[in-house]
């Protein structure tokens, strides 16, 4: 059974009366460990694809499994706390709140955990090693970098230690140099183990994961997976077990 | 494990993912750090609050003020349990029996004190209208009365220098009398006009052109804050040392003495007594001793020739066994006198409840007016605090969206803001209860009226109480306004 398993999801707006298929009848699996991206240009449905599997919007058809369970008939109190313990987000603004320094931006998705102030503290400055910046602990978000902010960005989102992280344009807002930098962050934690979902309009970004799934017009148009012809770049042996047909 | 067909979450993976609530004080914590923020922002919006706060603080405080004076005035002119018994025109339909009614005589007291057992004491009094004399000034007391010396314990006097007259003196009417202070004032002067205090005992007063021997003098009778005040600055003339005593003494005229409020007490003090029987005898036995030329010294005891002397009392006071007997007292005085004024309803009652009444509805009154205004001021306070929320809530949207996305539930959000909303309250509401003291000694120094301030803690509680309400209910809307917003377009929103 694959970590992420979504059947036949569909995401229709009625705008005016008309009906729009931002998403049409989706299918995907995503295995524990994997490091995937999503593909699109804007307008194809990659985000509304992102926000249904993070939890922070339900479809209007299929079903969709993390981690086993069933999130389409979740409450909205339900998924807030999947979103807390079981996903990680890093966006392309870095969404930092910025009258918090960088250790309490980290903590604050153990606040709404329930977490001890001491393992808080702990497990903040645990991540914030993992993506090299434990001495900007004490700093405001507008005192670093676009690239320290997005470790930052990425160290809150690992720090409840989620079963999946999802990136939207990590490397939107960065110069290619930053980018790279932050790419190859993620694919030091992809080789940890982590399960990584790149989403991108960027053929280019999104070459740095064996796995590709296209999205054009609310519909997958293609489906990549290095693994399965052995041409996986990453030292790490993926999971062969690829999408469903 | 767990296939696709389940609707809902399973039981153990539910469990997996149990949400804890956000703890309560780093919530509050978050709220302080809003506020220290914005600190000026915040303090504008506390402002209502503290305003309104402070200002039910102190309308309480100066009804509860006034409150007091008031029973203190009560007390001091008899209590509840005095009920006066006064003559009265007659009925419509008694009129034409005008020539038999008899008014209240010393008989009625009799019966009284017989027929009556409600009843404790009976005083009756003789009122004389009186000019008084003495040391070359003239001066009307407010009261110049012939009564037994139970008026003494009725009208709650206590003679300070010198002796009642006694029942010896009333029996044989003599010219003896007791004053009070005021009088001692107007004739001879007040101590702090004089320098020092004159007991005129043992002078010599004309009343109405006869004359009196002084026997005794009341107590100075005033507010509690009046005597507070004069013992302060008796302390402070003493402190001073003699050269600075004029001075200090001329000073405290102007505000001192008759005051508005210490009016009735004013009043007490501007009272001559005299016995009852002397007071018939010289002013009511229709023989004139004093009078101009004709009689001489011949008329000396002239009670004897009183057939066209006039025997009505001004009127009875009477004490009852008991407040709570009141209604049957009445009914039992009620009957003794109907029958001694043989079905005559030549009399009334006067109770101080008809007083007491009063001053309740007038303290009712004004906590209800002064509680309105602070009330309308508190809730314009909260509308404030409900503003800043609402364009607090919309400058953070994105924050918002953020905490969404990291996994705050609506429930966190909506408490996140109410704390907030009820934090800036809370610290209005403090700074309110500190700024109602000083608003309260500020309208004291101010305008000092008869009768203290005082803050009492269920004032001060219930503004409290009252702002932390104000700070929830003005806190509700901006955090479902903020628990609703969709994370996805929140964390759009630029």
Redesign the interface.
């Known amino acids: 059974m694959a970590l992420v398993e979504v059947r036949n999801v569909s995401k229709i707006y009625h705008l005016g009366g008309e009906e729009i298929r931002a998403l049409d009848n989706v299918s995907l699996d995503i295995e524990a460990g994997e490091f995937i991206s999503i593909i699109g240009p804007s307008g194809s449905g990659k985000s509304t694809l992102m926000h249904i599997l993070g939890c922070l919007d339900t479809p209007t058809k299929g079903t969709i499994s993390l981690d086993g369970v069933m999130i389409q008939g979740a409450s909205p109190r339900q998924l807030a706390a999947i979103r807390n313990q079981k996903i990680g987000f890093v966006f392309q603004f870095f969404n930092l709140l910025p009258k918090l320094n960088v250790v309490q931006n980290v903590e604050l998705p153990m606040i709404y955990a329930g977490c001890s102030a001491r393992e808080r503290r702990e497990r903040a400055l645990e991540a914030l090693e993992a993506v090299g910046l434990a001495n900007r602990s004490k700093h405001r978000p507008s005192q670093l970098s676009g690239g320290q902010q997005q470790r930052v960005a990425i160290a809150r989102a690992l720090v409840n230690r989620p079963r999946i992280v999802f990136a939207d344009e990590p490397t939107g807002n960065l110069d290619s140099h930053t980018g790279e930098a932050i790419l190859a962050l993620f694919r030091q934690l992809s080789t940890q183990g982590r399960t990584i979902v790149l989403v991108t309009h960027d053929p280019e970004i999104a070459a740095v994961t064996p796995r590709r799934i296209e999205i054009r017009d609310g519909k997958i148009a293609a489906k990549v997976d290095l693994t399965l012809a052995g041409l996986d770049r990453s030292p790490r042996s993926g999971p062969a077990a690829g999408a469903a047909p | ?2 296939k ?1 067909h ?5 039981p153990e ?2 469990a ?8 309560i004080w ?1 919530t509050v914590g978050v709220g302080f ?2 506020i220290w ?1 914005h600190k000026f922002r915040s303090l504008l919006t506390m402002l209502g609050i503290i305003l309104g706060v402070a200002s039910l603080v102190a309308m309480s405080a100066l009804v509860k003020g006034m409150e007091n004076g008031a029973k203190e005035a009560l007390v001091a002119i008899g209590g509840l349990e005095k009920v006066r018994v006064e003559p009265q025109e007659l009925p419509p339909e008694q009129r034409h029996l005008r020539d038999q009614a008899l008014g209240l005589t010393i008989n009625d007291v009799r019966a009284l004190a017989a027929g009556a057992p409600l009843v404790t004491r009976i005083s009756p009094e003789m009122r004389v209208p009186a000019n008084v004399s003495a040391n070359g000034k003239n001066f009307r007391p407010f009261i110049c009365s012939g009564v037994w010396p139970v008026a003494l314990e009725m009208s709650e006097h206590t003679v300070l220098h010198g002796r009642m007259f006694n029942d010896l003196d009333d029996e044989m009417a003599r010219s003896v009398c007791v004053i009070g202070t005021a009088t001692r004032d107007e004739l001879w002067g007040a101590p702090d006009q004089v320098g020092r205090e004159i007991i005129p005992v043992g002078e010599t007063l004309y009343i109405n052109g006869v004359p009196f021997t002084i026997i005794g003098m009341f107590q100075h009778y005033e507010s509690e804050q009046d005597r507070k005040r004069r013992e302060a600055e008796a302390a402070a003339r003493a402190a001073a040392g003699p050269p600075t005593q004029n001075a200090g003494l001329s000073r405290d005229r102007g505000r001192g003495g008759r005051g508005r409020g210490n009016f009735i007490f004013w009043l007490k003090n501007a009272t001559i007594y005299m016995p009852l029987n002397t007071a018939y005898m010289k002013f009511r036995s229709g023989v004139t001793l004093a009078g101009f030329g004709g009689r001489g010294g011949g008329g000396g005891n002239g009670g004897a020739a009183g057939a066209t002397g006039d025997p009505r009392l001004s009127s009875l006071e009477l004490k009852i066994m008991n407040v709570d007997l009141l209604p049957q007292a009445l009914q039992q005085v009620r009957n003794v006198l109907m029958s001694t004024h043989r079905g005559i309803e030549d009399f009334t009652f006067r109770t101080q409840e008809d007083w007491a009444e009063n001053i309740n509805t007038f303290i009712r009154n004004a906590r209800l007016s002064g509680g309105l205004i602070a009330g309308i001021s508190l809730i314009v306070g909260g509308i404030g605090i409900m503003n800043i929320m609402l364009a607090s809530i919309s400058e953070r949207v ?2 918002i ?12 959000i909506f408490v996140q803001i109410l704390v907030e909303s009820v934090v800036i309250a809370v610290l209005g509401g403090v700074a309110g209860l500190a700024a109602s003291l000083a608003l309260v000694t500020g309208i004291s120094s101010l305008s000092p009226t008869g009768n203290a301030p005082v803050i009492t803690a269920g004032a001060m509680s219930l503004a409290f109480a009252f702002s932390v309400v104000i700070g929830v209910l003005a806190g509700l809307v901006p955090a479902i306004k903020a628990a609703r917003l969709d ?2 377009q929140a ?1 759009r929103y630029e």
């Open positions: 494990m767990k696709p389940l609707p809902h979450l399973p993976s539910a997996a993912v149990r949400h804890s609530t956000m703890n780093i750090r809003e923020a994105r924050e969206g953020i905490r969404k996305s990291i996994g705050a539930s609506t429930g966190d994370p996805i964390l």
